[in-house]
């Protein structure tokens, strides 16, 4: 059951005082130990990945293009790697117009996103609101308005590329979905402005949609060029497993975001919309070493089903292979860039700048001073 909004501030309040003793304390913990499945430890399962091999040159001619449309960031270079890691098979043209997609993403939410609209003065906030409303209303004739900004021309460019180099069925579907994700997220997602505090459940489904994951898991078609028959694995009973994982590393991904980008999101930006203080404001009761263990478990759980649903998933596809060889052998391949993009939602969380801080509560987020370190 929802709660009103008007009793967020204490819990919040008492969840970030708790942190800053923590970190007074020097205390700090692993995200890995808490969430880890005995059977396929991260770093283990984790151990044969790597980014895209073309990745500085990507890299280079992405910031080229975010430049030119005025989008480009200085935190950008933590960010706009984010793609590299998640699709690190894809060709180059595929991979470079996929990182645009990233790139025009992270350039809203580090505008205009769900943390930080509320930090917008009124005319800005009703600049982004027009510009959003623009952007997650476009079709598949991707038509820009006469009163578009750079941003919406560098969308609706890296669309068109898009479109070019997939089915019809599918566009349709990702646009949709990427439009959704558009609407609902660049917005004050506060409970004060929702007008309630969600349930963890309630969080989840929302997190699920503000994080961009469902079309980021679409993308991994459109990565490979292996577009997915959906009919006829409804057919041969196998789509509504598939669509479970697609479900479950979407959620790992975002979820465990928001372990991540929890100092930076509810520390620093005074957010409520992240998992942690979702779960302290309706336990107000529990300490910030318990709302942890709550968190992490939620996440070590969908990991734990994951590992479970992709196993069986396999002697599915296997048995599929006397009926249409072709399709397995496609689906085999998705199922390779569905564990490569489990890994890369760990992977690039730990090596990117994004969340790194002096005196972090995670292992995994600490900064180092390199002086230091290398002097010791």
């Known amino acids: 059951m929802s709660i009103k909004s008007t009793s967020v501030a204490e819990p919040l309040k008492n969840l970030q005082e708790d942190y800053q003793a923590l970190v007074n304390a020097g205390f700090s913990c692993s995200i890995a130990a808490f969430i880890n499945d005995r059977r396929y430890p991260l770093k283990q399962y984790c151990k044969p990945f790597s980014p895209h091999p073309r990745s500085e040159e990507i890299i280079s001619v992405a910031r080229l293009f975010c430049k030119e449309h005025g989008i480009w960031l200085d935190n950008a270079q933590h960010y706009i790697t984010c793609q590299l890691f998640l699709y690190p098979s894809a060709s180059f043209e595929r991979i470079l117009v996929m990182t645009k997609n990233n790139a025009i993403d992270y350039y809203l939410n580090d505008t205009m996103g769900r943390d930080l609209f509320k930090n917008l003065s ?17 079709d598949t004739s991707l038509t820009l308005q006469p009163e578009s900004e750079l941003i919406e021309e560098a969308n609706v460019k890296m669309l068109r590329e898009i479109q070019k180099n997939s089915s019809e069925g599918w566009f349709s579907k990702f646009l949709e979905m990427y439009n959704y994700h558009i609407e609902i997220t660049h917005r004050n997602c506060n409970s004060s402005a929702l007008g309630f505090q969600p349930t963890v459940a309630e969080y989840i489904d929302m997190r699920y949609h503000t ?3 469902p079309h980021i898991v679409l993308l991994l078609e459109y990565a490979e060029n292996n577009f997915l028959d959906w009919e006829w694995m409804e057919t041969n009973g196998i789509a509504s497993s598939l669509e479970r994982v697609h479900w479950l590393i979407a959620a790992f991904g975002c979820l465990s975001n928001d372990i991540f980008s929890f100092e930076k999101e509810v520390i620093d930006e005074n957010t409520d919309a992240n998992l942690l203080a979702v779960i302290a404001i309706n336990e107000p009761s529990w300490q910030l070493r318990e709302v942890i263990f709550h968190a992490t478990t939620i996440v070590r759980r969908i990991l734990t089903e994951y590992f479970e649903k992709i196993q069986f998933l396999r002697v599915q596809i296997s048995n599929l292979e006397s009926i249409n060889i072709e399709k397995a052998r496609g689906l085999m391949q998705h199922l390779e860039s569905i564990e490569r993009c489990v890994q890369a939602s760990w992977m ?9 801080r002096s ?9 180092f001073d390199t002086t230091i370190s290398k002097a010791v």
């Open 122 to 138: 009124a005319s800005e906030r009703e600049s982004a609101a027009q510009i959003i409303k623009r952007m997650a209303s476009l």
């Open 211 to 213: 994080s961009g994951m």
């Open 348 to 356: 690039w969380q730990v090596y990117t700048k994004r969340y790194k």
């Open 359 to 367: 005196n972090s509560i995670w292992d995994e987020t600490q900064l």
